[in-house]
């Protein structure tokens, strides 16, 4: 099959671009051609495909939209953008009327590449199209379903309870633009042409089906990672978390947990991006006499990254937002790791309290410092490692998700 894959990345940054490499290597493995289509960022990496790519809305340079110095015309044209975008059109038809795919597969679409892209491939070439929901962009002008440190899901009955609340970078502008620029699509049906919704979670999914989408249209297959299993040749193991640096994870909520602890038995190391002032101000939270039993590090890449999740002796992920179902979860499982993690969102789906790790109520800093402190005592984490295994083998190995996804998108070609 000849495959369009949709991502608004084309480099490495967060879960989506992990999961797009992640299955456009699974798919060339199986002969199938995959045809990019992403923004045209400075970190772009390489394709044949990259003539097709358009700049993005905030215009040429850095994804981040903080390193940025934008003028009022170069601001006023972003938000005309968000609602009409005729560069990434016309790049889009070129790429189809070029390529002519079987399918289309959109990734990650966020706020900046409208998904009229999808129903123009499906009203204008007659071709399948799947959107897989990575986050809650389609509801939330946030994304995140969380405000205010705590889960809140107002906008799924009150579309305009992000602009009173402020929940869009603080500010009711940016908040009414969001909510206009997600009543703008519903409004012109976009959704309505895509042929499946792939939900990577059960929570997704019951998201979806809560708002009214049709249940034939909406298909959970859980994600898959990389095979970690492997020998860990490091005799110091210590706790792992890993990804996003980011209040909603919970990273302050681990380093208060750390500190209750009187006398801790292992290090604790956190990796992921972040801005050096917050990496700054996490490590300031470490009480004083522990900061030797600290670390908090920049990203790390690739089987470095991998062998850093063989090396620990458990991973913790003390999300206190709705995570769907998280990259590093299923590779801490892969790597045969217990995983301490809140009971919130996806993640109770990957963990069974006291099987293969722990669950605690979300933001809870005594609940969280007695399983670390209980799990750092266990010794032999082999039983629950073994465990944790077998969750991946069962539900999240590449060939499982390869073989729903390939089964989707042939019955899409045919009918």
């Not at 199986?30 to 990496?45: A, Q």
């Not at 990259?50 to 170069?74: V, W």
């Not at 101000?281 to 062998?307: A, N, T």
């Not at 709705?322 to 996806?346: W, Y």
């Given at each position: 099959m000849k495959i369009v894959l949709l991502n608004y990345h084309y480099f490495i940054h967060g879960g989506p671009d992990r999961y797009f490499f992640n299955i456009k290597n699974l798919l060339?493995?199986?002969?199938?051609?995959?045809?990019?289509?992403?923004?045209?960022?400075?970190?772009?990496?390489?394709?044949?495909?990259?003539?097709?790519?358009?700049?993005?809305?905030?215009?040429?340079?850095?994804?981040?939209?903080?390193?940025?110095?934008?003028?009022?015309?170069?601001?006023?044209?972003?938000?005309?953008?968000?609602?009409?975008?005729?560069?990434?059109?016309?790049?889009f038809i070129d790429l189809l009327s070029k390529e002519k795919p079987d399918i289309v597969y959109s990734i990650y679409l966020s706020s900046s590449m409208l998904p009229k892209i999808l129903y123009i491939a499906k009203t204008l070439f007659d071709i399948p199209v799947i959107y897989r929901l990575s986050d809650f962009h389609m509801f939330c002008p946030s994304y995140l379903f969380f405000r205010d440190g705590s889960v809140c899901q107002d906008c799924l009955t009150n579309s305009f309870a992000a602009v009173k609340n402020k929940c869009v970078q603080g500010s009711m502008a940016a908040s009414m633009l969001r909510v206009l620029q997600i009543t703008y699509i519903r409004w012109n049906k976009w959704y309505?042409?895509?042929?499946?919704?792939?939900?990577?979670?059960?929570?997704?999914?019951?998201?979806?089906?809560?708002?009214?989408?049709?249940?034939?249209?909406?298909?959970?297959?859980?994600?898959?990672?990389?095979?970690?299993?492997?020998?860990?040749?490091?005799k110091d193991p210590y706790i792992l978390y890993y990804g996003k640096l980011i209040r909603e994870k919970g990273v302050e909520v681990l380093i208060d947990a750390y500190n209750k602890i009187k006398t801790p038995l292992i290090p604790l190391r956190l990796i992921g991006p972040c801005s050096?002032?917050?990496?700054?101000?996490?490590?300031?939270?470490?009480?004083?006499?522990?900061?030797?039993?600290?670390?908090?590090?920049?990203?790390?890449?690739?089987?470095?990254?991998?062998?850093a999740v063989r090396d620990s002796a458990f991973v913790v992920q003390p999300a206190i937002w709705?995570?769907?179902?998280?990259?590093?979860?299923?590779?801490?499982?892969?790597?045969?790791?217990?995983?301490?993690?809140?009971?919130?969102?996806?993640?109770?789906?990957?963990?069974?309290?006291?099987e293969n790790g722990y669950l605690v109520s979300p933001g809870d800093v005594n609940s969280l410092a007695i399983a670390i402190e209980k799990m750092s005592t266990l010794g032999d984490l082999s039983v629950m490692g073994a465990q944790a295994r077998s969750r991946y083998e069962l539900v999240h190995k590449a060939d499982h998700h390869l073989r729903k996804l390939i089964i989707t998108f042939k019955e899409l070609i045919v009918s």
């Open positions: 060339e493995r199986e002969g199938h051609t995959v045809i990019p289509f992403s923004f045209n960022y400075e970190e772009t990496y390489d394709t044949p495909y990259g003539e097709f790519f358009p700049d993005p809305i905030s215009g040429k340079g850095t994804f981040l939209l903080e390193n940025l110095q934008m003028s009022k015309f170069r601001k006023l044209l972003y938000v005309k953008k968000m609602f009409f975008n005729r560069q990434v059109e016309k790049k309505d042409k895509i042929d499946r919704f792939i939900c990577p979670s059960r929570l997704m999914e019951k998201t979806l089906l809560q708002a009214g989408f049709p249940r034939e249209k909406v298909l959970h297959v859980p994600t898959f990672s990389a095979d970690l299993q492997g020998d860990s040749a490091n050096d002032s917050y990496r700054k101000y996490l490590f300031s939270l470490v009480d004083h006499g522990k900061r030797k039993m600290v670390s908090i590090l920049p990203p790390l890449q690739g089987e470095v990254m991998w062998q709705l995570e769907n179902m998280p990259n590093t979860l299923v590779e801490a499982l892969s790597a045969g790791k217990p995983v301490i993690a809140s009971d919130i969102g996806s993640l109770t789906e990957l963990v069974s309290h006291g």
